[in-house]
Nanobody
Framework: QVHLVESGGGLVQAGGSLRLSCAAS????????MGWFRQAPGKEREFVAE????????RYADSVKGRFTSSRDNTKDTLYLQMNNLKPEDTATYYC?????????????WGRGTQVTVSS
């Protein structure tokens, strides 16, 4: 069974940085794309970033493009999200996600999330 555990969230001032991690287990990590999503209070969960199996290709939401960078270490089965120049509107619970099968475009597996709070 796939297991995802996020860490690295916290409280930071606007303009600051945080690095989130997502430790994966349960299958061959390097065979799957991975994603980051976030959900702010009272809002729907939204896409943040996606990274290819090798890490060579990434895709970002317009709201974080140029500020967030997703990477992965396939030797450690770990996904990362480097967040720079954080804004109060980035405040949310951040989740990593994985698809059910290779080449799937769906997100089936989710971590429990890590809270990011950005103060103004």
């Amino acid at each position: 069974q796939v297991h995802l555990v996020e860490s690295g969230g916290g409280l930071v001032q606007a303009g600051g940085s945080l690095r989130l991690s997502c430790a994966a287990s349960g299958r061959t990590f390097s065979n799957y794309v991975m994603g980051w999503f976030r959900q702010a209070p009272g809002k729907e969960r939204e896409f943040v970033a996606e990274i290819s199996e090798s890490g060579m290709t990434t895709r970002y939401a317009d709201s974080v493009k140029g500020r967030f960078t997703s990477s992965r270490d396939n030797t450690k089965d770990t996904l990362y999200l480097q967040m720079n120049n954080l804004k109060p509107e980035d405040t949310a619970t951040y989740y990593c996600a994985a698809p059910p099968t290779i080449a799937s475009s769906k997100w089936t597996y989710w971590g429990r999330g890590t809270q990011v709070t950005v103060s103004s």
